[in-house]
């Protein structure tokens, strides 16, 4: 007689599956409501360079391009942090700690930059729990690079301009709890399935040493 596939066993012990699925997903919700929920509000910004007229479209365009990634990663800095805080706008600086280390932390936690490919166009999100002040944030953001982006490039005119206003989002949109509870759900059942594969692999040796035995 054949013995049971480890594909058999998971089907035929697919309540287990199910139930560490479930426990996953209740566990997720829980960590999800745990968190703080916190809105967004959305900046975007065109990146300009003048290369001059003997430049072709296309390396233009890369060229701007590469000046955006180089934004999106001076944005998570210290010295740009110092900036964007002493940039005048209305922000609740009680919510960044003194060490600077923690500071960098948070501050990289709140903010997200993200560039459209084939474009010189940056996106800056940031994160809160009063979409007011994500607001504030976003704003002084882009206050900083429109006046003092030639201090963060080097080659060439560039500029920053601002090419769409905050767009605040309605509902919280950290954390995700429906990406949660479906990665909870997800990971749930993985461990209920390696725990069905582990209890038959147990068996099927206990079952073996009592048959060696006789």
Same mark, same amino acid.
């Given at each position: 007689m054949s013995s049971p596939t480890p594909l058999s066993n998971i089907l035929t012990h697919w309540y287990a599956v199910l139930m560490f699925g479930l426990l996953g997903l209740v566990l997720?919700?829980?960590?999800?409501?745990?968190?703080p929920?916190?809105?967004?509000?959305?900046?975007?910004?065109?990146?300009?360079q003048d290369v001059g007229s003997g430049v072709d479209a296309y390396t233009a365009s890369r060229s701007e391009e590469r000046i955006a990634d180089n934004l999106s990663t001076?944005?998570?800095?210290?010295?740009?942090?110092?900036?964007?805080?002493?940039?005048?706008?209305?922000?609740?600086?009680?919510?960044?700690?003194?060490?600077?280390?923690?500071?960098?932390?948070?501050?990289?936690?709140m903010v997200k930059a993200t560039v459209t490919r084939g474009s010189g166009l940056l996106s800056v999100t940031?994160?809160?729990?009063?979409?007011k002040e994500a607001e504030q944030i976003v704003r002084a953001i882009s206050y900083v690079l429109t006046q003092r982006v030639g201090e963060?490039?080097?080659?060439g005119s560039v500029a920053a301009r601002l090419v769409?206003?905050?767009?605040?989002?309605?509902?919280?949109?950290?954390?995700n709890i429906?990406?949660?509870?479906?990665? !909870? &759900? @997800? #990971?749930?059942?993985?461990?209920?399935? !390696? &725990? @069905? #594969?582990l209890q038959t692999e147990r068996f099927r040796r206990r079952h073996q040493l009592v048959h060696e035995d006789f």
């Open positions: 997720a919700l829980i960590v999800s409501f745990v968190q929920l916190q809105y967004s509000s959305t900046v975007r910004l065109l990146i300009l001076i944005l998570y800095t210290s010295t740009f942090f110092d900036q964007v805080m002493n940039a005048g706008f209305d922000i609740d600086q009680t919510v960044f700690p003194a060490d600077a280390y923690k500071q960098r932390k948070v501050w990289g936690r940031a994160y809160h729990r009063d979409i963060y490039t080097s080659g769409d206003e905050p767009l605040n989002s309605r509902w919280p949109v950290k954390p429906i990406v949660n509870l479906l990665s !909870g &759900f @997800i #990971l749930g059942g993985f461990v209920g399935i !390696g &725990f @069905i #594969l």
